[in-house]
C-alpha cells in the first residue's frame, strides 16, 4: 500500500457545479480536488438527477432491488480536474428536477408534491445510491483503500458493505468514514421502525438493531458499528457526544455517549481563491478590494452602489425587495445571508434587530435568503414596520447574495447549533467581521481577533443579549465618524488579520494536509 496511491471512494449526493443544494457540496467537492493535488486517486460515486447537465461514458448497466423494485442503474464515467466521476444513472433520480426537494414544475405534475419538501421516495433513492456503489465494486471486482460517505444519505453503506455476504468479501480491507454534516432535526434520514427498515435495507433486523432509538433506525448510529465516524469541526464532535445537546439531535448526542462513541472533529475548509474580492470574475462582485492588504475602497464603493441602486439589482436578480435602506452619514450595517430556518435563529435575529433599531436609529440590516414561510412572514413585517432601516431579499442569486455580505460591517450569525458554518469565513474574506453565537463550529472564531462570538448559554433571553453585543460593537463604528468598520483602529486591524488567517489557515489543502490524510493513514492501519 506505500507503494500505490491510497484510493478514496466519495459517495455523496451532492457535489459543487454539478448537482447542488447544501453545504454538503462545497465539501465534497474542495475535499475530493485537495486530495487529488495530493497524488491520492479519488472518485466520486453521485446520481445522475434531471438538474445534472454533465455526463460521461457507459460502462455497464445493472439492476438494484430496493423493497422488491428493481431499479435499472447505468454508471457513467467522466474525469474533472482531476477526479474520476462516476454517474449513476438511474430513472429514480434523472426524473427529478433537484436534489432533494420538489420543484414548482414538479408540483404540477405530480400528485401530492409539494414545492420545496422533500422527494416522498427519499428512502429509496439513498438505497439504491448506496447499492449501486456496492454494486460497481462487484462488477470490477475491486474496492478501494477508503470509502468516505457524506451524511446520513449515504450513511448505510459500511453496514450494507460489512454484512452483506454479497459484498463483505471485496471491502473486507477497505476502511470506511462517515461524515456527519448536520444531525440536526430533518437532516438525518431516520428510518421509522425495525420492519420498515429490514425491508428497506434487506439487512437481517439482528444487523440494524443496534442502530435503533427512540424506535428509528439511525443511520449514523448504526454506522458507528461499521465506520468511523467524523464531523465538520471538533467543537461539534463534542456537541454530538453530549447529552447535554440531545435536543438539537432528537436524543442521538444522548445515545452517542451513552455508547462511548468516538467522533473525528475535523473543521471544514475554503477555497480563497472562488471568492477572493481582488477578482470580481471569481468574487462576483461589483469592484475589486483587498482586504488582505487593508485596500477595502472597493468594499464601501460596492455599499453605495447597492444603496442607491437596491430595487434595481433585486429585480435583475429576481428576488422580493422588502423594505427600503436610508443611507445616511455614519450608520452601521448588519448582514445575514443564508437559509432561513429555525437553525440558523432567525427569530432571534428579528427580536434583536428590532430592539437595536430602537436603541440606535443609525443601524441598518440587511436579510438575503428564503426558507421558513413563517420567518419569512416575520421578515416582511420587520420589514413593514422599520421602513429605512430594514431589509428583507426573498430569495437566491450568488451574486446579490455575495454582495449583501460585503457592503455589510457585520454578520451576524445567530445558529442554535452549528455543525461548522461557511459563512463567516465569507464574512471574513469579504472583510465583514463575524458575530456569532459561541456554538458548534462558529467557535472558530477567535473572538476579539478575527471576529467576535457572544455567549447565550441555556438561560437568558438570547435577542436581548445579541441586541446588547450589536449595540456594542456598532457603537465605535458610528463614533468615528467615517463610512464604515475599517474607520475604526481596532477593527481594520482585525479584517486584515481575518483575511490573511482564512486564506493561510483556513484552505482546504491545509485542512487536508494536517487532518484529513493522517485521519485516513490512522484508519487504513487499522485494516491491516
Given at each position: ?91 429514480i433520480f434523472f426524473e427529478k428536477d433537484e436534489v432533494y426537494v420538489y420543484t414548482d414544475r414538479e408540483t404540477r405534475m ?419
Amino acid at each position: 500500500m506505500t507503494n500505490t496511491p491510497m484510493s478514496v471512494w466519495l459517495v455523496t449526493r451532492e457535489y459543487a457545479g454539478i448537482a447542488e443544494a447544501g453545504g454538503v457540496k462545497n465539501v465534497a467537492c474542495s475535499l475530493a480536488e485537495g486530495l487529488a493535488r495530493t497524488g491520492v486517486s479519488v472518485t466520486v460515486f453521485i446520481p445522475r438527477y434531471g438538474c445534472v447537465r454533465q455526463s460521461g461514458n457507459h460502462e455497464f448497466t445493472t439492476t438494484v432491488t430496493v423493497l422488491g423494485v428493481e431499479h435499472r442503474v447505468a454508471f457513467l464515467s467522466a474525469t474533472l480536474h482531476g477526479i474520476s466521476l462516476v454517474f449513476i444513472n438511474s430513472p429514480i433520480f434523472f426524473e427529478k428536477d433537484e436534489v432533494y426537494v420538489y420543484t414548482d414544475r414538479e408540483t404540477r405534475m405530480i400528485h401530492g408534491a409539494v414545492r420545496g419538501q422533500g422527494h416522498s421516495d427519499m428512502d429509496c433513492m439513498n438505497l439504491v445510491h448506496q447499492r449501486s456503489v456496492l454494486e460497481y465494486a462487484r462488477i470490477i471486482s475491486a474496492a478501494p483503500d477508503i470509502v468516505h460517505c457524506q451524511d446520513a444519505h449515504t450513511a448505510l453503506l459500511p453496514a450494507l458493505a460489512r454484512t452483506d455476504p454479497a459484498y463483505r468479501p471485496l471491502f473486507a480491507r477497505s476502511a470506511f468514514a462517515v461524515t456527519i454534516h448536520n444531525a440536526g432535526p430533518g437532516y438525518r434520514q431516520i428510518i421509522p421502525g425495525l420492519d420498515r427498515a429490514a425491508s428497506l435495507t434487506g439487512l437481517n433486523p439482528d444487523v440494524l438493531v443496534p442502530g435503533m432509538c427512540n424506535g428509528n433506525l439511525e443511520p449514523f448510529l448504526l454506522a458507528a458499528d461499521h465506520a468511523h465516524l467524523t464531523t465538520v469541526s471538533p467543537w461539534y464532535a463534542g456537541e454530538l457526544t453530549s447529552h447535554q445537546y440531545s435536543a438539537m439531535t432528537e436524543g442521538l448526542s444522548g445515545e452517542f455517549e451513552k455508547r462511548g462513541v468516538h467522533i473525528t472533529g475535523i473543521v471544514n475548509g475554503i477555497d480563497y481563491h472562488r471568492y477572493d474580492p481582488s477578482n470580481t470574475e471569481n468574487s462576483c462582485l461589483p469592484f475589486a478590494f483587498n482586504p488582505l492588504v487593508g485596500d477595502l475602497e472597493g468594499k464601501y464603493r460596492a455599499r453605495t452602489l447597492f444603496t442607491e441602486q437596491l430595487e434595481q439589482l433585486a429585480e435583475q436578480s429576481g428576488l422580493a425587495c422588502h423594505g427600503s435602506l436610508n443611507a445616511t452619514e455614519n450608520n452601521v450595517y448588519f448582514t445575514y445571508q443564508g437559509r432561513i430556518v429555525w437553525q440558523k435563529g432567525l427569530d432571534i435575529f428579528v427580536a434583536a434587530a428590532r430592539e437595536v433599531i430602537e436603541r440606535m436609529p443609525r443601524a441598518r440590516f440587511i436579510v438575503l435568503g428564503q426558507g421558513d414561510p413563517a420567518l419569512e412572514e416575520a421578515l416582511k413585517q420587520t420589514a413593514v414596520n422599520y421602513p429605512g432601516s430594514f431589509l428583507f431579499l426573498h430569495g437566491y442569486e450568488r451574486s446579490l447574495a455575495r454582495l449583501s455580505v460585503a457592503v455589510a460591517d457585520f454578520l451576524v450569525l445567530p445558529s442554535r447549533f452549528e455543525p461548522c458554518g461557511l459563512e463567516d469565513y465569507i464574512g471574513q474574506i469579504f472583510a465583514t467581521l463575524p458575530v456569532a453565537n459561541a456554538v458548534g463550529g462558529l467557535q472558530k472564531i477567535r473572538n476579539g481577533e478575527n471576529g467576535f462570538l457572544y455567549y447565550t448559554g441555556f438561560s437568558g433571553n438570547p435577542a436581548t443579549i445579541l441586541a446588547d453585543r450589536l449595540v456594542d460593537l456598532a457603537e465605535p463604528v458610528i463614533a468615528s465618524g467615517g463610512i464604515g468598520a475599517a474607520c475604526v483602529p481596532e477593527y481594520y486591524r482585525m479584517i486584515i488579520y481575518a483575511a490573511s488567517h482564512v486564506q493561510a489557515d483556513n484552505n482546504w489543502d491545509a485542512i487536508i494536509r494536517d487532518h484529513y490524510l493522517p485521519f485516513y493513514h490512522d484508519i487504513i492501519s487499522t485494516m491491516c
